[in-house]
Nanobody, 128 residues
Framework: QRQLAESGGGLVQPGGSLSLSCTASGSVFIMGAMGWFRQTPETAREFVAAITWQDGIIAYADSVKGRFTISRDTNKNTVYLQMNGLKPEDTAVYFC?????????????????????WGHGTQVTVSS
């Protein structure tokens, strides 16, 4: 059984930083890509960032480019999201997700339909 466990959410002031991590367990010997998405009660789940497991190809949503950094540790089956310059509009529940097979189409990295496994989410609140 494939499982994803996020950690690192919390409350931070505008302009502050947080680091999220997500560790995959279970059948992890095949990994295509891992991504971060976020959702609020008012919005659909939206793409934040993703990274392919073998080649380290990275994609970001325009709203986080230059502020967020995604990285991975293949030995630990863990993906990280370093969030700097946080804004109130970054407030959301952040989910990590896993693609077992990456097709080579970078557009698939931002599409929720291409991810088979999801974590339970971690709350990030940006407020003064």
């Amino acid at each position: 059984q494939r499982q994803l466990a996020e950690s690192g959410g919390g409350l931070v002031q505008p302009g502050g930083s947080l680091s999220l991590s997500c560790t995959a367990s279970g059948s992890v010997f095949i990994m295509g890509a891992m991504g971060w998405f976020r959702q609020t009660p008012e919005t659909a789940r939206e793409f934040v960032a993703a990274i392919t497991w073998q080649d380290g190809i990275i994609a970001y949503a325009d709203s986080v480019k230059g502020r967020f950094t995604i990285s991975r540790d293949t030995n630990k089956n863990t993906v990280y999201l370093q969030m700097n310059g946080l804004k109130p509009e970054d407030t959301a529940v952040y989910f990590c997700a896993r693609q077992t097979y990456y097709s080579g189409n970078e557009g698939s990295l931002s599409n929720t339909a291409h991810y088979e496994s999801w974590g339970h989410g971690t709350q990030v609140t940006v407020s003064s």
